[in-house]
Nanobody
């Protein structure tokens, strides 16, 4: 059973930064591709970033150059560093293994002056 616990969200001004964390259990993090997704009010959930077991990363065009996904296998944790935040980044952020249908509780990110 894959368990995912997201944290690190909060209220930040435009241009600010946050680092989200996702603690993973039930799988070997080093063997799987992990992703970050987000869902804004009134919108469908959208993909943000992936990191493969080999460390290859890919990003949605809307966050390229601003967000960075990484992982620490020893800590069973995936991170999303978010810089130069914009109001349109406001959403609940979730992490997920691409090979499973489980979602965590998400963490709220609000970007507002």
């Amino acid at each position: 059973q894959v368990q995912l616990v997201e944290s690190g969200g909060g209220l930040v001004q435009p241009g600010g930064s946050l680092r989200l964390s996702c603690v993973v259990s039930g799988i070997r993090l080093s063997f799987t591709t992990m992703g970050w997704f987000r869902q804004a009010p009134g919108k469908q959930r959208e993909w943000v970033a992936y990191i493969t077991s080999g460390g290859t990363t890919t990003y949605a065009n809307s966050v390229k150059g601003r967000f960075s996904i990484s992982r620490d296998n020893a800590k069973n944790t995936v991170y999303l560093q978010m810089n130069s935040l914009k109001p349109e980044d406001t959403a609940v952020y979730y992490c997920k293994s691409v090979g499973a249908d489980s979602w965590g509780q998400g963490t709220q990110v609000t970007v507002s002056s």
